[in-house]
């Protein structure tokens, strides 16, 4: 099965390469929706649950933390704290009344981590779509191409959750997943978008960013990672409507010397309806 992905114009000289093109995995906090990885926390994890508790009762390790939070908070924070009397339940309230005040920081926490851990893949069936020629095809003057992702050949991730499938539009954010309580339920959010994109029929693959190389780093400093894959499984190459001369002429010379299979098509802008019609490049 083939999928799209686009580029603007000057992607041409990371894409392509003699021996197939390069496909980075990229960090959840670099792609182009701020909510990507971007959980609720309105409840601590079990462990954290734990030692909290711990703390408070043995008067130990964040006890001193704590009990500088609970005294700066609401007053009812304030006196269950001074009046717990290690009461077990008044202590589990008195956690979920102070996780409150502190899911922010948890939350920054472990998304940073997460953003360390896991690369995103991204992809389309859809590679006439005019909005996403215009953001992600620089306004019609990029190039898209159609590749095989299952095709891939990656390094084993030794994790029955790194698999290609559909993107999960819903109107909610997930909730509570906490990495010390298990990375399947993230593996599973990060196929999940707010539905606002629905129009873009994504497809992912997630895979841990320690099982594929660093190659280099973007403008950002954010390394990348990147995996080639073999030309032979490259398909066809979209020129958008607006692209140059020039970015034909590159893509052309790299079909020529590296892929002589792969199809281009030109984009046009239809002359009686909202479409685009294309002409193939014979070369």
């Given at each position: 099965m083939y999928f799209f992905k686009y580029y603007s114009p000057e992607d041409y000289k990371f894409l392509f390469k003699p021996n197939g093109i390069s496909l980075r995995f990229s960090q959840p906090r670099i792609l182009n929706d701020p909510f990507e990885l971007l959980f609720v926390y309105d409840s601590p994890s079990q462990n954290t649950k734990i030692k909290m508790k711990e703390d408070i009762l043995e008067k130990k390790g964040g006890y001193k933390e704590i009990e500088n939070l609970a005294l700066s908070?609401?007053?009812?924070?304030?006196?269950?704290?001074?009046?717990?009397?290690?009461?077990?339940?008044?202590?589990?309230?008195?956690?979920?009344?102070?996780?409150?005040?502190i899911q922010f920081l948890e939350q920054d926490k472990i998304n940073n981590k997460l953003n360390d851990t896991f690369g995103i893949l991204s992809f389309t069936p859809q590679g006439y779509s005019r909005p996403m020629w215009s953001y992600y095809g620089k306004n019609h003057t990029g190039f898209a191409?159609?590749?095989?992702?299952?095709?891939?050949?990656?390094?084993?991730?030794?994790?029955?959750?790194?698999?290609?499938?559909?993107?999960?539009?819903?109107?909610?954010?997930?909730?509570?997943?906490?990495?010390?309580?298990?990375?399947?339920?993230?593996?599973?959010?990060?196929?999940?978008?707010?539905d606002e994109w629905t129009h873009e029929d994504e497809w992912r693959l997630v895979y841990p960013l320690k099982c594929i190389p660093i190659?280099?780093?973007?403008?950002?400093?954010?390394?990348?990672h990147t995996h080639i894959l073999n030309s032979k499984h490259v398909h066809k190459v979209l020129l958008g409507a607006l692209s140059s001369k020039a970015t034909e002429e590159e893509i052309t010379k790299w079909i020529k010397d590296h892929a002589p299979h792969v199809k281009l098509h030109k984009l046009s802008l239809s002359k009686i309806n909202y479409q685009l019609d294309y002409t193939e490049i014979e070369i």
């Open positions: 908070s609401a007053k009812p924070i304030k006196e269950l704290f001074e009046n717990h009397n290690n009461d077990h339940q008044k202590i589990d309230r008195l956690i979920d009344m102070l996780y409150a005040n191409v159609e590749f095989d992702p299952y095709s891939l050949n990656l390094p084993s991730s030794n994790n029955e959750n790194t698999v290609i499938k559909g993107v999960e539009y819903e109107n909610e954010r997930p909730k509570n997943l906490h990495p010390s309580e298990g990375l399947d339920p993230i593996f599973e959010a990060l196929y999940t978008k707010d190659t280099g780093s973007d403008p950002t400093g954010a390394p990348l």
